[in-house]
């Protein structure tokens, strides 16, 4: 039995060097077996948004959420995104992409993927809000100085006002820029109902510059077309908080508040990522996800916390979509009706 285990002992000591060099081998090719425990993949979310929304989703909600979602299962969570102008975004939807949550510049928008059975019939109603995630008005930008001395959207119908204007055929932004041209005549000249098509007219007599979103006419702008942009405040706040702002803010007396609307897209939503997607969705209305779009100059829907960000410029006569029937009335009457119709036709376009 001693002998046994003297020869035993001897061929383990020569098997020595053999043993240890098969276990750092073992080691090695440990994470790439297919029985071996790995980190986990991250879990993903694909979100489109309309052109404004870039700096704050990719530098401050998707952060934020990603803290959150970890915190609560010990997951990561990859965010994938695209933004464009909204118009841009649902043609894509509608060609098949595979994006889970989307938010649109307006619930026209919606409506649009809805027709092309992209999504349920006001499924985007059933969420927090109708839907609304934020809102922001809509303002005139002009050049240092405000030369030519403009205080509202009636000036920008004067002779020889060169106007920036995102395109209404790809641009949310654009539409609600048209709603709220009209919707301020009417306001403005209660008496008058003819009001807000000549104000349509004249505005799109000084129009000298399109681009395809509200962001690109920004650019447009920037580089030295017309004298006046109309777009969204945040936009403006956004860059004026970077001290990138070379232009001023005029508040006209009467304007929309422009209201920005989430969509799922339910097909595209895999059953073992329906937790994430709803996680995601949900936080979007939180209050800590709600401060955010207020640090980066959005509306909240909580009015309460808009006192937080006192760049908030006062608007005397603000108006809603509803206040001139929803948008379903307004595509009708005001952007085909009248501005496709009419204003267009007047001028040859």
């Known amino acids: ?182 919707g301020a005549a009417l306001r403005n000249n209660p008496a008058q109902p003819g009001a807000g098509q000549d104000l349509l007219l004249g505005i799109w007599r000084n129009v000298v510059a399109q681009a395809a979103s509200a962001r690109a006419a920004r650019t447009q702008f920037e580089n030295g077309f017309g004298d006046a942009l109309i777009t969204y405040e945040q936009e403006v706040l956004w860059d004026r908080a970077r001290g990138r702002l070379q232009a001023e803010i005029v508040y006209p007396h009467s304007t929309i508040l422009s209201e920005h609307t989430l969509v799922v897209i339910e097909r595209n939503v895999e059953p073992q990522e329906r937790e994430l997607v709803d996680a995601f969705v949900a936080f979007l209305w939180s209050e800590p996800a709600q401060r955010l779009f207020v640090t980066y100059g959005f509306r909240s829907m909580n009015e309460r916390l808009n006192e937080a960000n006192p760049s908030f410029g006062k608007i005397a006569d603000p108006f809603l979509i509803d206040d001139l029937g929803g948008w379903e009335r307004a595509k009708r009457e005001i952007v085909d009706g009248i501005w496709k119709n009419h204003v267009l036709k007047e001028l040859g376009q």
Do not use: C
């Open 1 to 182: 039995m001693i002998l046994k285990r003297q020869v035993l002992a001897r061929h383990l000591t020569a098997m020595l060097p053999l043993l240890s060099v098969g276990a750092l081998f073992l080691y090695a090719l440990w994470p790439w077996l297919p029985f071996s425990p790995r980190g986990a993949e991250p879990r993903t979310v694909i979100f489109y948004g309309f052109s404004i929304l870039g700096e704050v989703m990719t530098e401050a909600i998707f952060p934020a959420f990603q803290e959150s979602w970890h915190r609560r299962t010990g997951q990561s969570v990859e965010l994938i995104s695209a933004f464009a102008g909204s118009g841009t975004i649902t043609n894509q939807l509608i060609m098949g992409v595979p994006a889970d949550v989307a938010l649109l510049s307006l619930e026209l928008d919606a409506r649009r993927l809805s027709d092309a059975r992209v999504i349920p019939p006001q499924s985007w109603r059933r969420l927090p809000h109708r839907g609304v995630v934020n809102r922001t008005p809509f303002i005139i930008l002009v050049r240092p100085g405000n030369s030519e001395n403009i205080r509202d959207f009636a000036d920008l119908a004067r002779p020889g006002i060169q106007v920036v204007h995102p395109d209404p055929l790809t641009s949310g932004g654009a539409n609600w820029a048209l709603i709220a041209e009209y």
